[in-house]
């Protein structure tokens, strides 16, 4: 990730604990878990857009769930913590903590981007 600092005054305290730290929101709690709006959820630090409303559904698992990003927006990196094995997601364009992708979503692409409310921003169309 980039300077974080840069990202202090930009967010909120839990935001930044969320983007910046890795942290996860508790499940339930975010505010597009259940949104269900047309139009983009973009990065809450660099405004990127990277997921649209189209491909959100409901996983039940807590958090905003989508089956696919919008392409090359969404970087993937190997998370070993929790003593799990997952895949990361983060912002391509500024290495924002995002969530996590799971092989457990529904067609057509049978992911699970599980992502933290605190991590995106809506802009409706």
Known sequence: MDNNDD???????????VCRLAA????????????????????ACCDK??????????AGCGWP?????????????S???LHMQRIEIQ???C???LGHVFDDGPKPTGKRYCVNSLSLKFQSK
Do not use: R
């Open 24 to 43: 996860t929101e508790q499940p339930f709690s975010g505010i597009y878990n259940d949104h269900w709006q047309q139009g983009t959820y973009h990065c």
């Open 79 to 81: 998370d070993d913590s």
């Open 91 to 93: 912002c391509e364009n």
């Open 65 to 77: 769930s989508f089956f696919s990003a919008i392409e090359n927006e969404v970087a993937y990196k």
């Open 49 to 58: 857009p990277l997921f649209s409303s189209a491909s959100k559904f409901d």
């Open 7 to 17: 990202y202090k005054d930009k967010l909120t305290e839990d935001a930044y604990k």
């Open 95 to 97: 290495q924002s903590h």
